[in-house]
Structures are given as structure tokens and as C-alpha cells.
């Protein structure tokens, strides 16, 4: 019996603690958690993180300012944006939404973001703070997960975990994660050869490229604890993972369902960042 991970019932729990949290801010220093968001262009996952997040926001008593720009919008506009929130002492968090259109660089943009107010973590220096095994700000899905296995009492220490994909915003941050919580890591991704071999080996395998369906259960070992990241539209409208949960079935111990796996606690932990960033502005005042 493979067990599916319900990140929709644990989100949920986490909003409403957020949401207590939010109650006495306000009461105790007349702070109402605010989160910028910068949209540019149109991007089939981005529409339903900004919808989710929306809602989620709403619900915690957090007040989002979202800024939906056009394709074509200049890099310069952005970062000016970007200078004007930096300032603002009224903005605990900043979040930009990736994939950015292709005239825009990624990087400058998300180097011009206060560290302070990186609710992503997706800036070098919080980057390099998680490496270094002191996080400040945390990217959100890999937080996520690791909420996750906290929740199902599932320890990466000692176990051999096999990451497929090596984005700035999931592979890699993720890998740090796993190496301070004691894991042994591999990071494999689109030049790894024999792929399969390594993921038979592993205890937990955490899939984020993008690739529909990719992982199957021939490529698992019994037992094993199975993440999935993916969130692909398949022609026919179909949400689905990068794991083909099917084949998965009966083969995995645990499994994250798409939708309601990752995906909402992924929202979850944007919050609950915004959530601490205000709270620390508070302390920083005194
Ligand atoms: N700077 C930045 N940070 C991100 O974290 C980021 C981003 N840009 N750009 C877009 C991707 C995509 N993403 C999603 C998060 C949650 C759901 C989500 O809520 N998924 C639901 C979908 C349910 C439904 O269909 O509504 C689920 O999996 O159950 C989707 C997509 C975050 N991303």
C-alpha cells in the first residue's frame, strides 16, 4: 500500500496556525503581513501559484500587492519596481515570479531583491546562507517537502536520496536541505546517464524536471518514498506530476499526490515566510 502525502490537509493546518499568528501581530504592533508579487507575462503554472496564492493570502489575513505586467515589459521597469518595494518599510516580502519572458535576465532581477525581503530565497546570499547550513530565507518548495517529511515522520538522516533536476529553484536548494538534515545526496539531471541505476538505489528520489510521467515504477526500489514536484498540462487538460503515480502504485511507501501534494505546501510556506519576515521587522524596530 503506497501512502499518498496530503499536502492540501497539512497546508490547510499551517494556514490556520498562520493565520493566529496574523491575529496578534496586529493586535500586539498594528502590522498587517504585505506581500508584493510581480507577474510578467502569462505562464500556465504561474497563473495557478498566483490564483492559489491569492486565496491563501485572503484566508490568512495577508495583503498581497500584485503587479501583472505585459510580455513585453523592459528589465528596467522591473528593477525599478523592484527599488521602489526594497524601500518601502510597509513590504516584508518580495516575490518575482519565475519563468521570467526571455528578453528579461532572471538574475538580475532576483539580485536586485533585498535579501531582507527574498520570501523566495532565491537570492545568492540566502542561497548561500542554506549551503552553508544557517538558512535566513528558505526557497518555498523545498521547505515545503521537508514539511512534509516532518509531518509523516519519514527522517532523511542516513538515507540515500536521489534529486533529479538541478534548478535554482528546486534541485539545488533542496540538495542543501537534504545534506543538513543528514541525507546522502545525488543530483541527477538531463546529461545523467543510466539514470534508472541510480534511483533503484535510493531511499527517497524527488522529481522535479518537468517531464510528464518520467519516473515509473520499474524505476524505483521497493518501498521507497517518492516526491513529486512536477506540474504538467497534459493536452487533454489533465494536471499530472513528473511521476507516472499509476505505475507507482504499490511499489512506493509514500507518494505526493499532484495535485495536493507539493504544489499547496508550496504555497504554505510562501506565507508562512511573509509571516516571519514581518514578525522579524517588528524585532528589528526595538
Ligand atoms: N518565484 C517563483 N516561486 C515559485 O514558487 C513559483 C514561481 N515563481 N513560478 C511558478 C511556479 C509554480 N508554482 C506553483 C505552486 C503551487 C501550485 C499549486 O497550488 N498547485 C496545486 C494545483 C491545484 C489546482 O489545480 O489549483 C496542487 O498541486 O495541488 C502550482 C504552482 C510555484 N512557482
Known amino acids: 500500500m503506497t501512502v499518498l502525502m496530503d499536502g492540501r490537509k497539512l497546508s490547510k493546518k499551517i494556514k490556520e496556525q498562520l493565520r493566529v499568528r496574523v491575529e496578534k501581530l496586529e493586535k500586539s504592533a498594528g502590522i498587517v503581513p504585505r506581500l508584493v508579487v510581480i507577474m510578467v507575462g502569462q505562464d500556465a503554472a504561474s497563473q495557478i501559484y498566483v490564483r492559489n496564492k491569492q486565496q491563501a493570502a485572503k484566508k490568512i489575513g495577508i495583503q498581497t500587492i500584485d503587479n501583472m505586467l505585459p510580455e513585453d515589459t523592459k528589465e528596467e521597469e522591473i528593477l525599478n519596481l523592484i527599488y521602489e518595494y526594497n524601500e518601502d518599510p510597509n513590504i516584508h516580502g518580495i516575490l518575482v515570479q519565475l519563468p521570467l519572458p526571455a528578453h528579461i535576465n532572471e538574475e538580475n532581477v532576483t539580485h536586485a531583491i533585498l535579501p531582507a525581503k527574498d520570501v523566495d530565497g532565491f537570492h545568492p546570499v540566502n542561497m548561500g546562507h542554506l549551503f552553508m547550513n544557517a538558512p535566513h ?29 538541478r534548478s535554482n529553484i528546486v534541485g539545488r536548494p533542496m540538495a542543501a536541505l537534504m545534506i543538513n538534515a543528514d541525507a546522502t545526496v545525488t543530483i541527477a539531471h538531463s546529461k545523467t546517464l543510466n539514470l534508472s541505476k541510480l534511483t533503484q538505489q535510493a531511499d527517497i528520489v524527488i522529481v ?39 505505475s507507482i502504485d504499490g511499489i512506493a511507501s509514500y507518494l505526493t499526490p499532484v495535485p495536493g501534494g507539493v504544489g499547496p505546501m508550496t504555497i504554505a510556506m510562501l506565507m508562512k515566510q511573509v509571516v516571519e519576515f514581518a514578525e522579524r521587522s517588528v524585532k528589528n524596530d526595538c
Do not use: H, W
Open 137 to 165: 530565507s528558505l526557497p518555498c518548495t523545498p521547505r515545503g517537502i521537508m514539511e512534509l517529511f516532518k509531518e509523516y515522520e519519514i527522517s532523511p538522516k542516513s538515507k540515500n536520496v536521489v534529486i533529479i533536476g
Open 208 to 246: 522535479a524536471t518537468g517531464q510528464p510521467q518520467m519516473l515509473t515504477g520499474e524505476d524505483i526500489k521497493k518501498d521507497a518514498v517518492v516526491i513529486d514536484v512536477g506540474m504538467n498540462r497534459l493536452p487533454n487538460g489533465k494536471l499530472v506530476g513528473d511521476v507516472d503515480q499509476a
